[in-house]
Nanobody, 120 residues
Framework: QVQLVESGGGLVQAGGSLRLSCVAS????????MGWFRQPPGKEREFVAV???????SYADSVKGRFFISRNNAKNTVYLQMNSLKPEDTAVYYC??????????????WGQGTQVTVSS
């Protein structure tokens, strides 16, 4: 089992920045991928970004150039730096952990979620 604990959510004005963190503990694997999804109010959960164990990353088109994902393998931690935030970025953000990366494959573990609210 892998446990994920997120932190860093909150309320910010449009144009501001936030950084989310997620620490993985338990039985972690060397070739895992970690990423972020979000669920806006009244909508389905959607992909935001992922970083593979090689360091390669992918982003949703809606956040490219504004959000940046990074990881610290020694700390089993993934970060999401969110800049130029917009009201439409308001959502519950979920950390996700995959035993291995494959496009379209659902994560194996989820965090509890952290609320990000962007005011206009």
């Amino acid at each position: 089992q892998v446990q994920l604990v997120e932190s860093g959510g909150g309320l910010v004005q449009a144009g501001g920045s936030l950084r989310l963190s997620c620490v993985a503990s338990g039985r972690t694997f060397s070739s895992y991928a970690m990423g972020w999804f979000r669920q806006p109010p009244g909508k389905e959960r959607e992909f935001v970004a992922v970083v593979r164990w090689t360091g390669g990353s992918s982003y949703a088109d809606s956040v490219k150039g504004r959000f940046f994902i990074s990881r610290n393998n020694a700390k089993n931690t993934v970060y999401l730096q969110m800049n130029s935030l917009k009201p439409e970025d308001t959502a519950v953000y979920y950390c996700a952990y995959s035993l291995y990366y494959e496009p379209g494959r659902a994560p194996d573990y989820w965090g509890q979620g952290t609320q990000v609210t962007v005011s206009s």
